[in-house]
């Protein structure tokens, strides 16, 4: 990390770069190729960056320092990464997603670790996610708002989609922001704060619902309970939250789609599906157990498995843990549960540690881990350009609480004042 000269000086021409390359995130879906290589929109957001980054660095009298709790297993995880890259059928699109979805997205956590040094830089970044979810639900909710008044939404099918391919890519995206924007609104004592997440949230929440996706309903459920547990007032928040999940379970759409999850004579139900590729995903990994299939190989890997019995095509196992033990071997999995384990460590400690200002930061964060194992257990919650880059984002965020603001109990560092937990703080903090 970086050492201050001021609380919260430095580095201003990055925060901006970074707060449009978070805004930016479900960008990546615009493609083009520099000669050969092919590159996205968020890829050169990323690039430039880090290259705004280093110059500043550079010109300022800052001394690095890369030690964090993340900072090991994130160097293994390239390393099981590169690894994976070798195993991979096709390396040059292994080499691809290796820089896409490891490379870039930790280099950009390193950076906001550094420049986020107060809670309303912090604010800044995840601003910006905000306004990249905000561009990426309103088209999809008024497409599938369309297909509803024109009657032609079939919930045994796909949802219609924009931008995106997939309504569950719409999903994972928003649920990580709705548990950050979620925790604001409720702890937050700025009141702009809490504004502007209402605001996020009236329209991201809607469209996460109208995916219809079911992995989505759980995540959010996850996040609503755990939003209603951290708070003082945990028994009306969990009779209400249970009081609006039923009368959203009662909508027409809704209550179709739940009704497919209940019947598992239909093959459009999701553990029907899901639980035959995991089958088959298992038999392919017993004979690929340390390597998987390596990054992009896994449609390649696992066809001999599959194939003869179906015509659908995955590229991916579509749960957490098949995911990362395909993609990158045993090692990488174990490396990702190093990862995820640092993560919860760091947010829960500076939830309950921090200052008031940075605390509902922390608790979004932890949340937003909370919402992606969740969703994770049906489907892929990292390897998509998105999906890697706003992990890293928000442990980035979780970790620049952490390095740059004092804890409750300790005093203030130089240039920061010090801050005691008001009552109001107390209160809101979990039992």
Not at 71 to 99: C, Q, S
Not at 160 to 175: D, H, K, Q
Not at 263 to 271: E, Q, V
């Amino acid at each position: 990390m970086v050492t201050p000269t001021a609380r919260g000086g430095g580095y201003p021409v990055s925060l901006i770069a970074a707060a449009l390359t978070c805004a930016l995130a479900p960008a990546y879906t615009v493609r083009w190729h520099w000669g050969p290589l092919p590159t996205t929109l968020l890829e050169n957001a990323i690039l430039v960056t880090v290259v705004v980054f280093f110059v500043e660095t550079y010109l300022g009298p800052r001394t690095l320092q890369w030690r964090t709790p993340l900072t090991y297993p994130a160097l293994l995880f390239l390393v099981t990464g590169a690894i994976a890259v070798i195993a991979a059928p096709d390396r040059r699109a292994g080499l691809g997603l290796y820089r896409a979805y490891l490379i870039e997205p930790i280099a950009f956590f390193f950076v906001v670790g550094t420049i986020a040094r107060t809670a309303e830089r912090a604010l800044i970044l995840a601003l910006g996610l905000g306004v990249g979810a905000i561009g990426l639900s309103i088209p999809n909710a008024l497409v599938v708002l369309d297909a509803i008044r024109h009657h032609t939404l079939n919930v045994a099918s796909q949802t219609p989609v924009r931008i995106y391919l997939t309504a569950n890519a719409v999903a994972l995206f928003l649920e990580p922001l709705i548990a950050l924007g979620g925790s604001l609104l409720l702890f937050s004592r700025n009141t702009r704060v809490r504004i502007v997440s209402l605001v996020v949230l009236l329209v991201i929440v809607p469209t996460e619902i109208l995916t219809l996706s079911r992995g989505g309903y759980l995540a959010l459920a996850g996040i609503t309970v755990g939003l209603a547990l951290a708070h003082r007032h945990r028994w009306w928040l969990l009779a209400a939250g249970a009081v609006a999940g039923v009368a959203l379970s009662r909508i027409p759409s809704i209550a179709a789609r739940l009704a497919v999850e209940v019947n598992l004579s239909n093959g459009s139900n999701t553990l029907v599906g899901r639980s035959q590729l995991w089958k088959y995903t298992l038999q392919m990994l017993r004979d690929h157990p340390l390597f998987g299939a390596g990054l992009s190989g896994f449609t390649a890997t696992l066809a001999p498995y599959w194939n003869a019995t179906h015509t659908d095509r995955f590229i991916d196992p579509h749960n957490i843990v098949l995911n990362f033990w395909s993609e990158t071997g045993l090692l990488g999995l174990f490396v990702f549960a190093w990862i995820m384990f640092a993560a919860f460590r760091l947010s829960w400690r500076g939830w309950r540690g921090s200052a008031s200002t940075w605390g509902p930061i922390h608790l979004g964060v932890f949340l937003a881990l909370v919402a992606i194992v969740i969703h994770g257990l049906v489907d892929v919650p990292y390897f998509k350009n998105d999906l890697s880059f706003q992990f890293w984002t928000i442990l980035g965020i979780t970790w620049a609480g952490t390095r740059w603001a004092p804890t409750l109990n300790e005093p203030a560092t130089t240039g920061s004042p010090t801050r005691t937990p008001s009552s109001s703080s107390v209160q809101s903090a979990p039992s």
